[in-house]
Protein backbone atom coordinates (compact mmCIF):
# COMPACT_ATOMS: atom_id res chain seq x y z
CA UNK A 1 0.00 0.00 0.00
CA UNK A 2 2.84 2.52 0.78
CA UNK A 3 4.52 1.71 -2.56
CA UNK A 4 1.83 1.92 -4.27
CA UNK A 5 1.28 5.56 -2.92
CA UNK A 6 4.82 6.78 -2.95
CA UNK A 7 4.74 5.44 -6.71
CA UNK A 8 1.67 7.47 -7.57
CA UNK A 9 2.91 10.58 -5.68
CA UNK A 10 6.42 10.43 -7.42
CA UNK A 11 4.58 10.33 -10.75
CA UNK A 12 2.37 13.28 -9.99
CA UNK A 13 5.02 15.49 -9.06
CA UNK A 14 7.40 14.14 -11.73
CA UNK A 15 9.03 16.56 -14.19
CA UNK A 16 7.89 15.30 -17.42
CA UNK A 17 9.99 15.53 -20.54
CA UNK A 18 9.26 14.35 -24.23
CA UNK A 19 11.17 12.05 -25.93
CA UNK A 20 11.08 10.75 -29.99
CA UNK A 21 12.77 7.92 -31.72
CA UNK A 22 15.93 10.18 -32.32
CA UNK A 23 16.71 10.73 -28.61
CA UNK A 24 19.06 9.39 -26.56
CA UNK A 25 19.45 7.89 -23.02
CA UNK A 26 21.53 6.14 -20.69
CA UNK A 27 20.16 5.38 -16.63
CA UNK A 28 23.20 4.15 -14.44
CA UNK A 29 22.12 4.11 -10.67
CA UNK A 30 23.12 2.84 -7.36
CA UNK A 31 26.83 4.01 -7.50
CA UNK A 32 27.21 4.69 -4.01
CA UNK A 33 30.80 6.87 -5.08
CA UNK A 34 32.48 7.33 -1.40
CA UNK A 35 35.79 8.30 -0.45
CA UNK A 36 37.88 5.93 -1.95
CA UNK A 37 38.64 4.23 1.05
CA UNK A 38 37.94 0.29 1.98
CA UNK A 39 34.90 0.61 2.56
CA UNK A 40 34.20 2.63 -0.99
CA UNK A 41 32.58 0.18 -3.26
CA UNK A 42 32.66 1.96 -6.60
CA UNK A 43 36.46 2.73 -6.69
CA UNK A 44 36.81 -0.45 -8.38
CA UNK A 45 34.71 0.50 -11.02
CA UNK A 46 35.49 4.22 -11.16
CA UNK A 47 37.82 4.22 -14.24
CA UNK A 48 34.93 1.55 -16.34
CA UNK A 49 31.99 4.54 -15.04
CA UNK A 50 34.09 7.44 -16.42
CA UNK A 51 35.08 5.84 -19.69
CA UNK A 52 30.96 5.41 -20.30
CA UNK A 53 29.90 8.49 -19.34
CA UNK A 54 32.86 9.56 -22.09
CA UNK A 55 31.12 7.27 -24.73
CA UNK A 56 27.80 8.69 -24.40
CA UNK A 57 28.25 12.11 -24.02
CA UNK A 58 30.36 12.01 -27.06
CA UNK A 59 27.09 9.86 -28.54
CA UNK A 60 24.90 12.81 -27.59
CA UNK A 61 22.93 11.16 -24.67
CA UNK A 62 21.26 12.26 -21.82
CA UNK A 63 22.49 10.98 -18.75
CA UNK A 64 19.97 10.04 -16.00
CA UNK A 65 21.18 8.90 -12.61
CA UNK A 66 18.46 7.20 -11.12
CA UNK A 67 19.48 7.93 -7.57
CA UNK A 68 22.25 6.83 -4.92
CA UNK A 69 24.77 8.28 -6.78
CA UNK A 70 26.94 9.58 -4.03
CA UNK A 71 27.22 7.66 -0.89
CA UNK A 72 25.76 10.06 1.44
CA UNK A 73 24.95 7.78 4.47
CA UNK A 74 28.84 6.80 4.75
CA UNK A 75 30.11 9.67 4.46
CA UNK A 76 28.64 12.82 5.45
CA UNK A 77 31.47 14.94 3.89
CA UNK A 78 30.47 15.42 0.37
CA UNK A 79 33.95 17.19 -0.73
CA UNK A 80 35.41 14.16 0.33
CA UNK A 81 33.84 12.37 -2.25
CA UNK A 82 34.03 14.85 -5.02
CA UNK A 83 37.64 14.63 -4.36
CA UNK A 84 38.13 11.22 -4.47
CA UNK A 85 36.00 10.66 -7.95
CA UNK A 86 37.16 13.98 -9.38
CA UNK A 87 37.60 13.06 -12.79
CA UNK A 88 33.81 11.21 -12.61
CA UNK A 89 32.79 15.03 -11.94
CA UNK A 90 34.71 16.34 -14.48
CA UNK A 91 32.32 14.22 -16.91
CA UNK A 92 29.69 14.75 -15.08
CA UNK A 93 30.11 19.03 -15.52
CA UNK A 94 30.04 18.25 -19.32
CA UNK A 95 26.69 16.66 -19.49
CA UNK A 96 25.26 19.84 -16.95
CA UNK A 97 26.82 22.38 -18.96
CA UNK A 98 25.55 20.18 -22.25
CA UNK A 99 21.88 20.12 -20.57
CA UNK A 100 22.31 16.76 -20.41
CA UNK A 101 22.50 15.39 -16.95
CA UNK A 102 19.08 14.54 -14.98
CA UNK A 103 19.96 13.98 -11.13
CA UNK A 104 17.64 11.89 -9.19
CA UNK A 105 17.74 10.84 -5.92
CA UNK A 106 17.30 7.79 -3.51
CA UNK A 107 17.61 6.98 -0.01
CA UNK A 108 21.40 6.76 0.29
CA UNK A 109 21.44 10.30 -1.13
CA UNK A 110 17.80 11.74 -0.07
CA UNK A 111 20.08 14.78 1.71
CA UNK A 112 19.44 16.48 -1.83
CA UNK A 113 16.22 16.95 -1.59
CA UNK A 114 17.39 20.18 0.31
CA UNK A 115 18.21 22.92 -1.65
CA UNK A 116 21.01 24.61 1.15
CA UNK A 117 22.24 21.00 1.00
CA UNK A 118 22.92 20.92 -2.68
CA UNK A 119 23.95 24.54 -3.37
CA UNK A 120 26.27 24.29 -0.94
CA UNK A 121 28.03 21.48 -2.19
CA UNK A 122 27.36 20.38 -5.81
CA UNK A 123 27.31 24.32 -7.33
CA UNK A 124 31.05 24.88 -6.19
CA UNK A 125 33.98 23.75 -4.76
CA UNK A 126 37.19 25.07 -3.30
CA UNK A 127 40.24 24.23 -5.47
CA UNK A 128 43.57 23.50 -3.06
CA UNK A 129 46.15 23.45 -5.36
CA UNK A 130 44.38 26.93 -7.27
CA UNK A 131 43.14 28.15 -3.90
CA UNK A 132 39.89 29.55 -5.42
CA UNK A 133 36.82 28.45 -6.03
CA UNK A 134 35.18 26.92 -9.55
CA UNK A 135 31.96 26.38 -10.34
CA UNK A 136 30.80 22.30 -10.40
CA UNK A 137 27.38 21.89 -11.13
CA UNK A 138 25.99 25.61 -10.61
CA UNK A 139 21.79 25.63 -10.47
CA UNK A 140 21.34 21.96 -10.28
CA UNK A 141 17.78 20.89 -9.00
CA UNK A 142 17.71 16.32 -8.43
CA UNK A 143 14.56 15.74 -8.55
CA UNK A 144 12.70 12.92 -7.20
CA UNK A 145 11.25 11.26 -10.39
CA UNK A 146 10.90 11.79 -14.08
CA UNK A 147 8.15 11.05 -16.65
CA UNK A 148 9.47 10.60 -20.41
CA UNK A 149 6.38 10.72 -22.96
CA UNK A 150 6.64 9.90 -26.36
CA UNK A 151 5.50 12.77 -28.50
CA UNK A 152 4.25 10.46 -31.03
CA UNK A 153 1.82 7.85 -29.29
CA UNK A 154 1.63 9.88 -25.75
CA UNK A 155 3.46 6.25 -23.95
CA UNK A 156 4.96 6.65 -20.53
CA UNK A 157 7.79 5.85 -18.78
CA UNK A 158 8.16 6.86 -15.12
CA UNK A 159 12.07 7.12 -13.49
CA UNK A 160 12.22 6.86 -10.27
CA UNK A 161 15.57 5.39 -7.65
CA UNK A 162 13.00 2.92 -6.13
CA UNK A 163 13.05 3.31 -2.80
CA UNK A 164 9.43 4.51 -2.64
CA UNK A 165 7.75 3.04 0.28
CA UNK A 166 10.39 0.55 1.07
CA UNK A 167 9.77 1.11 5.10
CA UNK A 168 13.28 1.14 6.46
CA UNK A 169 15.09 2.91 3.33
CA UNK A 170 11.82 5.24 2.99
CA UNK A 171 9.91 6.73 5.68
CA UNK A 172 12.48 5.55 8.39
CA UNK A 173 15.17 6.30 6.77
CA UNK A 174 17.13 8.37 9.32
CA UNK A 175 17.20 5.52 11.43
CA UNK A 176 18.85 3.09 8.32
CA UNK A 177 21.57 5.46 7.78
CA UNK A 178 22.46 6.00 11.37
CA UNK A 179 23.28 2.42 11.87
CA UNK A 180 25.12 2.24 8.43
CA UNK A 181 27.08 4.90 9.16
CA UNK A 182 28.21 3.96 12.34
CA UNK A 183 28.07 0.47 12.45
CA UNK A 184 27.12 -1.31 9.31
CA UNK A 185 30.14 0.62 7.28
CA UNK A 186 32.55 -1.12 9.42
CA UNK A 187 31.10 -4.16 9.67
CA UNK A 188 30.36 -4.76 5.65
CA UNK A 189 34.16 -4.63 5.22
CA UNK A 190 34.36 -8.18 6.79
CA UNK A 191 32.05 -9.54 5.29
CA UNK A 192 28.55 -8.85 6.85
CA UNK A 193 25.88 -6.31 5.52
CA UNK A 194 22.90 -4.32 6.61
CA UNK A 195 20.02 -5.92 6.33
CA UNK A 196 17.69 -3.22 5.32
CA UNK A 197 19.25 -3.23 2.20
CA UNK A 198 17.35 -4.98 -0.35
CA UNK A 199 20.74 -5.62 -2.66
CA UNK A 200 21.97 -8.27 0.12
CA UNK A 201 18.87 -9.63 1.55
CA UNK A 202 16.91 -11.72 -0.90
CA UNK A 203 13.56 -11.70 0.64
CA UNK A 204 13.15 -7.98 1.27
CA UNK A 205 14.56 -7.24 -2.93
CA UNK A 206 12.14 -10.06 -4.28
CA UNK A 207 9.22 -7.94 -1.93
CA UNK A 208 9.98 -4.45 -3.79
CA UNK A 209 9.85 -6.26 -7.15
CA UNK A 210 6.59 -7.42 -6.36
CA UNK A 211 5.08 -4.64 -5.22
CA UNK A 212 6.34 -2.33 -8.33
CA UNK A 213 4.79 -5.32 -10.54
CA UNK A 214 1.65 -4.77 -8.85
CA UNK A 215 1.76 -0.64 -9.13
CA UNK A 216 2.67 -1.17 -12.63
CA UNK A 217 -0.40 -3.53 -13.00
CA UNK A 218 -2.68 -1.25 -12.11
CA UNK A 219 -1.80 2.17 -13.48
CA UNK A 220 -0.44 0.37 -16.27
CA UNK A 221 2.66 2.26 -17.24
CA UNK A 222 6.19 1.53 -17.54
CA UNK A 223 8.96 1.80 -14.88
CA UNK A 224 12.69 2.25 -15.26
CA UNK A 225 14.05 2.31 -11.38
CA UNK A 226 17.36 0.88 -9.69
CA UNK A 227 17.45 0.22 -5.48
CA UNK A 228 17.51 -3.68 -5.76
CA UNK A 229 21.23 -3.86 -7.45
CA UNK A 230 19.73 -6.69 -9.29
CA UNK A 231 19.15 -5.96 -13.70
CA UNK A 232 15.87 -6.37 -14.68
CA UNK A 233 14.56 -6.62 -18.78
CA UNK A 234 11.40 -8.00 -19.24
CA UNK A 235 10.94 -11.03 -21.81
CA UNK A 236 7.83 -10.09 -23.97
CA UNK A 237 4.55 -9.47 -22.98
CA UNK A 238 5.89 -9.69 -19.20
CA UNK A 239 5.23 -6.60 -17.03
CA UNK A 240 7.52 -3.82 -18.37
CA UNK A 241 9.80 -3.21 -15.23
CA UNK A 242 12.88 -2.32 -15.99
CA UNK A 243 15.79 -2.24 -13.63
CA UNK A 244 19.21 -0.63 -14.46
CA UNK A 245 21.34 -3.09 -11.62
CA UNK A 246 23.84 -0.86 -10.11
CA UNK A 247 27.30 0.07 -10.59
CA UNK A 248 29.08 -1.70 -7.71
CA UNK A 249 29.48 -5.57 -8.83
CA UNK A 250 32.70 -6.62 -8.97
CA UNK A 251 32.70 -7.35 -12.75
CA UNK A 252 31.40 -3.82 -13.89
CA UNK A 253 28.34 -2.17 -14.65
CA UNK A 254 24.56 -1.98 -15.78
CA UNK A 255 23.00 0.09 -17.07
CA UNK A 256 19.34 1.04 -19.28
CA UNK A 257 19.56 2.96 -22.76
CA UNK A 258 16.93 4.27 -24.84
CA UNK A 259 18.13 4.48 -28.54
CA UNK A 260 16.33 5.54 -31.84
CA UNK A 261 12.63 4.27 -30.37
CA UNK A 262 14.30 1.09 -28.64
CA UNK A 263 15.12 0.11 -25.47
CA UNK A 264 18.06 -1.95 -24.30
CA UNK A 265 19.84 -2.69 -21.15
CA UNK A 266 24.38 -2.85 -21.22
CA UNK A 267 27.15 -4.14 -19.53
CA UNK A 268 30.30 -2.19 -19.07
CA UNK A 269 33.51 -4.52 -17.47
CA UNK A 270 37.11 -4.75 -18.27
CA UNK A 271 37.60 -7.74 -21.01
CA UNK A 272 41.13 -8.77 -22.37
CA UNK A 273 41.44 -8.90 -26.57
CA UNK A 274 43.19 -12.01 -28.53
CA UNK A 275 46.15 -10.34 -27.53
CA UNK A 276 45.61 -10.20 -23.65
CA UNK A 277 45.20 -6.49 -23.64
CA UNK A 278 43.03 -5.06 -21.36
CA UNK A 279 40.08 -2.51 -22.39
CA UNK A 280 36.44 -0.93 -21.34
CA UNK A 281 33.96 -2.88 -23.37
CA UNK A 282 29.90 -2.34 -24.10
CA UNK A 283 28.20 -5.47 -24.19
CA UNK A 284 24.53 -5.44 -25.33
CA UNK A 285 22.75 -7.93 -22.73
CA UNK A 286 19.24 -7.82 -23.58
CA UNK A 287 17.07 -5.92 -26.49
CA UNK A 288 16.80 -3.28 -28.51
CA UNK A 289 13.15 -3.80 -28.14
CA UNK A 290 10.74 -1.07 -29.53
CA UNK A 291 9.13 0.87 -26.61
CA UNK A 292 5.62 0.77 -27.94
CA UNK A 293 5.85 -3.54 -27.12
CA UNK A 294 5.96 -1.91 -23.54
CA UNK A 295 2.62 -0.07 -24.34
CA UNK A 296 -0.03 -1.39 -21.62
CA UNK A 297 -2.69 1.25 -22.85
CA UNK A 298 -2.25 -0.41 -26.78
CA UNK A 299 -1.16 -4.08 -26.33
CA UNK A 300 -4.00 -6.35 -25.60
CA UNK A 301 -2.10 -9.97 -25.10
CA UNK A 302 -0.44 -8.01 -21.74
CA UNK A 303 -4.03 -9.11 -20.03
CA UNK A 304 -3.29 -12.40 -20.31
CA UNK A 305 0.39 -12.74 -18.58
CA UNK A 306 0.03 -10.26 -15.86
CA UNK A 307 -1.52 -11.94 -13.22
CA UNK A 308 1.26 -14.87 -14.18
CA UNK A 309 4.06 -12.50 -14.10
CA UNK A 310 3.13 -11.54 -10.09
CA UNK A 311 3.00 -14.73 -9.11
CA UNK A 312 5.96 -16.24 -10.43
CA UNK A 313 9.23 -14.64 -9.23
CA UNK A 314 10.99 -14.05 -12.72
CA UNK A 315 15.32 -14.76 -13.05
CA UNK A 316 18.24 -12.73 -12.58
CA UNK A 317 18.91 -11.24 -16.25
Not at 157 to 183: A, K, P
Not at 193 to 210: D, L, Q, T, V
Request: proline share 2%; hydrophobic share 35%.
Amino acid sequence: MHTDKRLLKAYKNAKLQLFDNNSKYIFFSDSHRGDDSISDEFARNQNIFRHALNYYFENGYVYVEAGDGDELWEYKKFRHIRLAHSDVFIVLKKFFENNRLIMLYGNHNIYLKNEDFVSKNFYSYYDDYSQDIHDLLKGMTPLESLVLKNKATGQEILVVHGHQGDLLNDQLWFISMFLLRYFWRYIHVIGFHSPSSPARNHFKRHKIERNYKKWIQKHKIMLICGHTHRQKFPKSKELPYFNTGCCIHSKGITGIEILEGKILMVDWRVRSDKNGVLQVERYVMRGPVPIEEFDMNSNRDYEDCMNKDLKYDEEDC
